[in-house]
Nanobody, 121 residues
Framework: QVQVVESGGGSVQSGGSLRLSCAAS????????MGWFRQAPGKEREGVAAIAHDGYIRYAVSVKGRFTISRDNAKNTLSLQMNSLKPEDTAMYYC???????????????WGQGTQVTVSS
């Protein structure tokens, strides 16, 4: 059974940091691309960062220089280190996996339930 579970969300003041984690199981981790997406109330889900099975990374322009995505293939875990957080980063953050896709479009196969990130000014 496929499981994708995010953790690490919370509330932080502008300029602060959070580290999100994602634990996954039930599929061939080493063959899958992993991504972080977010969705704010009333807005479309958008890609934040993605990492391919071979380690290649892409970021949304809005988070470049502030967020860092990484994966631990020995533990089947994905992380997102978020620094210099801004109020506009406030959203539900989702972890996702796909065998082929490496884009920042929300068309991945497996999704977690999300973890809330709230940044106050």
């Amino acid at each position: 059974q496929v499981q994708v579970v995010e953790s690490g969300g919370g509330s932080v003041q502008s300029g602060g940091s959070l580290r999100l984690s994602c634990a996954a199981s039930g599929f061939g981790w080493n063959l899958y691309c992993m991504g972080w997406f977010r969705q704010a109330p009333g807005k479309e889900r958008e890609g934040v960062a993605a990492i391919a099975h071979d380690g290649y990374i892409r970021y949304a322009v809005s988070v470049k220089g502030r967020f860092t995505i990484s994966r631990d293939n020995a533990k089947n875990t994905l992380s997102l280190q978020m620094n210099s957080l801004k109020p506009e980063d406030t959203a539900m953050y989702y972890c996702a996996a796909d065998r082929i896709d490496w884009s920042l479009q929300p068309r991945y196969t497996y999704w977690g339930q999300g973890t809330q990130v709230t940044v106050s000014s």
